[in-house]
C-alpha cells in the first residue's frame, strides 16, 4: 500500500512562510514526478510545482518567485518552501506523485495525498 503523507500546514500572517512536506511509503520501484497542487473551494485543482526524478522543476504560472520545491529521492520526499505568502495563495495543498511504478515491470500511475490546509491571513 503506497501512502502519500503531508505535513506543514497551518495558518500564517500575508508576507509569512510556511513549509510543506510530504513523504511517500510502501513498496515501490520508482517515481517519475513529485510535487504540489492545491485547491481552492469551488475553483479547480491547479499546479503549484512538479519536480522529475531528473531534476526538471515547473512551478504555476502564480508562483513568481516566492516558491521552491525541493526533493529527496532518496528519502522519497518533496518540500515546498513558501514565502511571501498571499491571502489568495489559501488553499488545500495536495502532494502528487506521478508515473509511480510498483514494481519494475509494472506501468506508472498517479497518486495523491490527503490534502493539508495553507490559510493566509490578511
Known amino acids: 500500500q503506497v501512502q502519500l503523507v503531508e505535513s506543514g500546514g497551518g495558518l500564517v500572517q500575508a508576507g509569512g512562510s510556511l513549509r510543506l512536506s510530504c513523504s511517500v511509503s510502501?513498496?515501490?520501484?520508482?517515481?517519475?514526478?513529485m510535487g504540489w497542487y492545491r485547491q481552492a473551494p469551488g475553483t479547480q485543482r491547479d499546479l503549484v510545482a512538479i519536480?522529475?526524478?531528473?531534476?526538471?522543476?515547473t512551478y504555476g504560472d502564480f508562483v513568481k518567485g516566492r516558491f521552491t520545491i525541493s526533493r529527496n529521492n532518496n528519502k522519497n520526499t518533496v518540500y515546498l518552501q513558501m514565502n511571501s505568502l498571499k491571502p489568495e495563495d489559501t488553499a488545500v495543498y495536495y502532494c502528487y506523485a506521478g508515473g509511480l511504478r510498483r514494481t519494475a515491470s509494472s506501468g506508472g500511475a498517479p497518486y495523491w495525498g490527503q490534502g493539508t490546509q495553507v490559510t493566509v491571513s490578511s
Open positions: 510502501g513498496s515501490f520501484f520508482s517515481i517519475t514526478t
Open positions: 519536480e522529475t526524478e531528473s531534476g526538471i522543476i
